[in-house]
């Protein structure tokens, strides 16, 4: 029988923006549903998705399982690029129009403001949303996948789970044992807490700390009106999906709970949801009977972008052999996974919690998600002998640009997306390109906002660069269409010495009155999680590390003020304002010292040589650097002309970089200089594309 039958229900249809024109596009319109996939589990592509075996099927021994999805096409197709654009999302949010369009995020894109500049439209992409993350529960306008819980014969499937859980504020009793109200919790086989372990410590390698089985409960708090008008009544209600911590969580501790969970999901079918459904809609005829067709003819091209958790899954979905149709094509013709640093998905296991921030210095450090293979060439895991890489089957491989933060490198271990285990560079296939954005954080809001410390001892980075998306996809497109290479990549290396080892960097970077240094960017040991993960995924015990030898992580070098070497400077990290950094210290009364996860730090210099010299800053004032705002805008403006010929950013995109750089930049950049008297033309909106 066939591997994989689709139908589908269209629930919402739409014009896009009020019938808004985007240039010789036209109109579009956005089309919301429900899609329903059945698969044959023994099917290739399909069986080896974990617990396939498990789930239920139905009269024609197929596995079901279904998935919101939303499109936003031209309303008239031939007036389309021919290509679709898949937005991996994030966490079930829509996230392509923010970062692509620089438009309001939202997950019910239908209003004018959410076109932003207009930019994909006017490209004429097909822009396509699918529910792929199995965990997920409803709210915020999440898209969902609905997949099936694993059980032998009915018989409920029973695990160890180990799970962590960080307050970044005091007054926290409870939590969901996901951690994250977004996310469906395992269950816990029983409520008594004696069958569990409850531990915290003060930071992620210290000495955990036992807390009693009367101290907690599995529980949570329910809050209400009462006859009393004036107060609130509370009862603590039993939960099998919820902990509760009587004397409340304080803040910055790493609590780590372990215990005995039920009903494991079959999460891995996301990424059979998101080959089928792309390969569905690309081979064009999409229709279901009584529906309208979600496509009327073929795709010439699929592009994949996803940042963050996305990224990763992206390379996840790649490495597992997902990007082959079945049928020996390519789902994706080009994918652009963004800060995902060196990891990929704890996705494809049983019990996996796929939204928590893995990997960090502080919480949630001990994680499956960084594991060999971290390349997209072949090397050798010095550790292990094993060889691997991501990309090992020409056929079906896709074109990959990947672009990494700072932050990346601190906190996600990039430097092993481009070194061997030992840290020595690796060659990439000519079919990759590398792009460090240096100077830059993990997320970077398209949007004028003004900079804050959050969890920090700093304010968070600034650095703008949005720009960059539209460039890389733009080059991308080129590449799989005409052959015509995108710009060589550019990340620090060993060999040009701007890649370093923490303790170089920490030697070169500047004494900032008043600014702590990490102690090093996030470490990658050898881990054991268990008897059950190799087997089935199951992080069944605190993880073990296996020896003292740890892989190689290392981070860009730095020039006199601090800023990174070695990447592609945006214009605001080229004409720079601060030091801009890919790390940030956390609070005194958050976990003192450990670095707030992916979170970078924006350091103002002195605004004159009189600030310079009262603080004892090492660092140039900005009046040195720039006679006054005028030449600032002048500096950014070479910066972006400069990075346009070069094929990094758009020539539309140059104006708009100018026009947020008046006033100093403000909001972005905190200043005490004199407000420029030359009116702000702020963009985000028409930009002819």
């Given at each position: ?6 139908d ?12 808004k ?8 319109e956005?089309?919301k549903g429900?899609?329903i ?9 399909v ?39 898949y ?11 923010q ?7 939202s997950n019910?894109p239908?209003?004018e ?10 490209r ?9 993350q ?17 059980t032998?014969d009915?018989?409920?499937i ?6 962590e ?13 996901s ?5 469906r ?11 569990a372990?409850l ?10 700390e ?13 809050r209400?009106?009462s006859?009393?008008?004036?107060k ?23 609590y780590?709970?372990?215990?005995e969970?039920v ?19 690309k081979k064009?005829?999409a ?15 699929a ?10 899954c ?5 490495y597992?052999?997902?990007?082959d149709d079945g049928q ?8 652009m ?8 998905m ?5 019990f ?19 594991s ?9 895991d ?6 691997d890489?991501i990309?090992?089957r020409p056929?079906?491989d896709?074109?990959?640009?990947h ?11 990039a ?5 061997d ?16 954005w ?8 398209p949007?004028?906002t ?10 968070c ?11 890389v996809l ?6 799989a ?10 990340y620090?290396s ?10 170089e960097?920490?030697?070169?970077f500047?004494?900032i ?8 960017p996030s470490?990658l040991?050898h ?6 993960f ?14 003292d ?11 006199g ?7 592609l ?15 940030s ?7 003192h ?21 009262q ?25 972006a ?8 950013m ?5 104006a708009?970089?100018?026009?947020l750089?008046?006033?100093w930049?403000?909001?972005r ?10 009116p702000r ?9």
């Open positions: 029988m066939s591997a994989s039958l689709i589908y229900r269209v629930t919402d249809r739409r014009i896009f923006a009020n019938g024109i985007f240039g010789e596009t036209g109109s579009y956005r089309l429900r899609v996939f059945r698969v044959d589990p023994t099917a290739p592509g069986r080896d998705v974990t617990d396939i075996e498990l789930a239920p099927v139905d009269e024609t021994s197929r596995v079901r399982f279904e998935a919101d999805f939303c499109i936003l096409r031209p309303l008239d197709p031939h007036k389309g690029n021919g290509r679709l654009f937005d991996y999302g994030n966490r079930g949010d829509k996230r392509a129009l970062f692509f369009n620089a438009a309001k995020g019910d239908i209003e403001a959410h076109a932003g500049d207009g930019y994909l439209m006017r004429g992409y097909t822009i396509v949303w699918l529910g792929w199995g965990d997920l529960l409803p709210g915020d306008g999440r898209l969902l996948l609905k997949v099936p819980v694993a032998h009915g018989t409920p029973t695990g160890t789970l180990c799970t859980f960080v307050a970044s504020e005091a007054g926290h009793h409870e939590m969901p044992l951690t994250l109200a977004s996310t919790s395992y269950p816990a086989v029983s409520l008594d807490t004696k069958r372990t531990t915290r410590r003060l930071y992620a390698h210290t000495q955990r036992r807390i009693a089985p009367d101290a907690w409960a599995f529980a949570r708090l329910e209400g009106g006859v009393d008008s004036k609130t009544d509370t009862a603590l209600i039993p939960s099998d999906s919820n902990i509760y911590l009587h004397d409340g969580f304080e803040p910055g501790w790493i780590e709970l372990i215990y969970a009903d494991p999901l079959v999460l891995g079918l996301g990424h059979v949801a998101v080959r089928d459904f792309i390969s569905f809609l064009g005829a229709q279901a009977k009584e529906q309208p067709p979600l496509t009327t003819r073929p795709f010439e091209k592009y994949a972008w996803g940042r963050s958790q996305t990224g990763r992206i390379r996840d979905f790649i597992l052999g997902f990007n020996g094509n390519r789902v994706f013709d080009g994918v996974p963004h800060v995902a640093g060196a990891g990929k704890w996705m494809n296991h049983r996996a919690n796929m939204t928590l921030l893995p990997g960090q210095e502080h919480e949630n450090h001990f994680s499956p998600v960084d060999f293979p971290y390349s997209y060439a072949r090397s050798t010095h550790l292990t002998g094993v060889e890489a990309l090992k056929e079906t896709p074109l990959v640009i672009t990494d933060t700072s932050c990346e490198y601190w906190h996600r271990r430097s092993l997306v481009h070194t285990t030992r840290g020595e560079d690796l060659k990439q296939p000519d079919g990759v390109r590398l792009y460090f240096a100077s830059s954080q993990h997320f970077a809001d949007l004028l003004a900079p804050s410390a959050a969890l920090g001892q700093t304010m980075n600034v650095v703008a660069t949005h720009y960059f998306f539209r460039a733009d080059r991308l497109d080129e590449w269409t005409d052959g015509v290479a995108p710009p060589p990549s550019l620090p060993r060999a040009q010495g701007t890649l370093v080892t923490v303790e960097w920490r030697s070169a500047p004494t009155p008043g600014v702590a240094l990490p102690q090093g470490r040991e881990l054991d999680f268990g008897p059950e190799s087997r089935t995924g199951t992080i069944s015990a605190q993880a073990r590390i296996v020896s030898q740890k892989y190689a992580v290392l981070v860009p070098a730095v020039d003020d601090g800023n990174d070497q070695g990447g400077r945006a214009p605001m990290a080229a004409a720079p304002l601060g030091t801009y950094t890919g790390w210290l956390r609070r005194r009364d958050v976990g010292g450990a670095m707030v996860g992916i979170t970078g730090s924006y350091i103002p210099f002195p605004d004159t040589d009189e600030e310079r010299s603080t004892g800053d090492p660092r140039t004032s900005i009046l040195s650097r720039f006679a006054d705002s005028t030449a600032y805008e002048n500096a950014i403006r070479d910066a002309e400069k990075l346009c010929e070069q094929g990094y758009l020539e539309c995109d140059i708009n970089t100018v026009a750089a008046q006033d930049g403000r909001p950049h905190l200043t005490r200089l004199p407000v420029s008297t030359v033309n702020a963009a985000n909106g028409d930009t002819k594309t």
